[in-house]
């Protein structure tokens, strides 16, 4: 008989995606749509939207807040992927290799920020910096290094590093699973025959597991790159953008332009500009890196 | 069971689980509904009304306090009414009224903001009251002069005020100025900059702020600044349109001050990281010799300073500085209570009702006995029950005078809050912001 399983009728296939698409039409679709069509507007809520065209792309361009908060956001972006895919891809060598014991609580633990609220990552980490009561100073003064004390929030020049770091440290876990499932479908026969040909350990890891793993890695800084590009919880906890607007990113820019300045129709512009940047961003990432052909 | 009819029975519940759970997150009423005994009214129409606002039930404040006992005093006066209350902490309201401003869809009646006022008349969301406030003159008549002005455009009233704030006080620990030598509190702008450097020589922080919210700077130590610099004329030129303009010397020799006082170390290392509740932990832990804050803060403090902190502290506001007005406190309405143009006339009566109430004399004797300022004369008062802090700080008003405080658009406001950030860490100087201000006033 031929299996149902595999090959199911059309009707169960679109049935069964009609509640996930329906959902996700209306609630990112169908906004963007609505987002791109308020971007010609000036908009201060309310029954009045005066046409303007092209007059808030053409201030966006030259508007030079927009651009320091998209060079935060370029930023940021460079350092997930350095440290949170470097992270994650030397955690997930560890973590399929033998020496490690314990691999289950390793991998509970890494993973558990992921599951988190990201704004109640933002306060945790609020407290954490925090200069009289945070554990940061406090672990610093109990090794003697009391010379690095100093109130890390307001730190206009290193504010963007440590508004990094909790983003760094909630989502590693996330490409941990990505890379270690990457790594388990790496078939056994080829690390055999490394090992007999005597390549083992670290020359292993960087000369047969990673160039395996290079579609997975490009994947992952795709997300990267995606996920940075709209980051806005975790910074708008831990510093509202400050000191001053040291640490401010687009999403947030476009949260005060609407809700604060009550300029609607320039903070969709500013969404659609978030937009077509990370389209642009993620293109470049697929060209610069080279594609595998094995 | 064919086929077909388990994917039908999958839909079904998979759309009902959709359903039940957009039940489940919608509304967000975090405070249940305030109904009375309506049983025995048939004859009546029962009206309930909406409200939103962030007078929280708990560490409420002296109006949040005053509110829900007028509230629920009506209510039990007139037993045909119901109101559904919705109450937000302080700025998810905020943020919750833009978003319902832009739909176009705001509840019956609500805490209206000074500065929203422009924007909802622009887009047809309230109306004037005047008709309503002049058929009751007694109830008009017992408001304190000029609390009206800020929510009145055009000579039409849009919201009835319950409390004046006072923006920038001073509270100051006269054991650590005794201790660094400075017998006296400075009475003028030499002594005032010298007793910081003192301050700071001796290991103490000279003025502790809290400036996360972006906000502080600028309401609580900026405006008592410019008062020092700007007379009330030049004030009054800024708020109607007289010609003053924020690159006059007035605005921009403010902002230096300020810019100074950062440049000596005035203030503490995290300013802008901790908020205004968390730094009054630096004046308690007598770390900090001075702290200001706005009246709201008089009764947390009381509340929460230690007993000592409080025996040694004293209500005072800014030392005359340069010109202006040598002993001026900004003061506002800033809040007052607002209804929607689009409710039904019955319900428009009784929350017009209902407002007068919130207002009148009894609801600000509530205020004033609990350590607040109310906006309406509130008679005789039970002065026993004011804290030591609230009558220090009462003895402080009757030595200072009230100027108004200038309502900048939202937009001049955002810009003003962040650019003040930028110019105590160095990042901009006051020309510059003066400039930057002018500009997005002009376009605004």
Redesign the interface.
Known sequence: MRSKLLRPRKSTLISLLTPGVGVYLFVAIIPLLLALRYSFFKWSGGKKMQFVGFANFLRLVTDSDFWFTFKNNVTLIVLCIVLQIGLALVLSLLLTSKALKFKGVHRTVIFFPAVLSPVVVGILWSLIYNKDIGILNWFLRLVGLQSLIRPWLDDPKGIMFFVSLPVIWQYVGIYLMIFVASISSIPVEILEAAEIDGVSGIKQAFHITIPLLFDTLKLAIMLAIAGSMKIFDHIFVLTGGGPGKSSMVMAQYAYINSFKMFRFGYSSTISIGMLILSLALILLSRKLLPSTDI | MR??KI??I??LV??MV?AAGGFLFAGGKQEGEMKSDDQAQPAEKHITLTFTGYFMKENAEAPAIAFHKSVAKYLEEHPNVSIDEEILAHDAY??KM??M??S?ELPDFFQLKSTWIK??V????IEPMNDYIDAHPAWKNNFYPGTFSDFTLDGKIYGIPYQIATVSNLFYNKSIFEECGISKFPTNREEFISAIKTLRAKGFIPITAG????WFLDVVIFRGILDRYASIDWKNSMIHGGGAKLTDPEFVNALKELKTWADLNAFN??????DYMQMR?HYFNRKAAMMMDGSGGVKPISDSAPQEILKDTVVTTLPPLAGGTPNGNPATAGWSYGYSKNVDPDKKAVILDLMKALSGSDNSRIIVENNGLPASNPGNYDKSKLSDLTVKYNEMLDHTVMTPLINFP??V??VLY??L??MI?G??TPEALAEKLQKELENS
């Open positions: 086929r077909s994917v039908l999958t839909i998979l759309s959709l905020e943020t833009m978003a401003a832009a176009g924007n909802f622009d887009n047809d969301l400036n996360k919210g972006g290392e995290d300013i802008n990281s901790i932990n939202p937009a406001l955002q962040s650019g950030q930028e860490i990042q901009t």
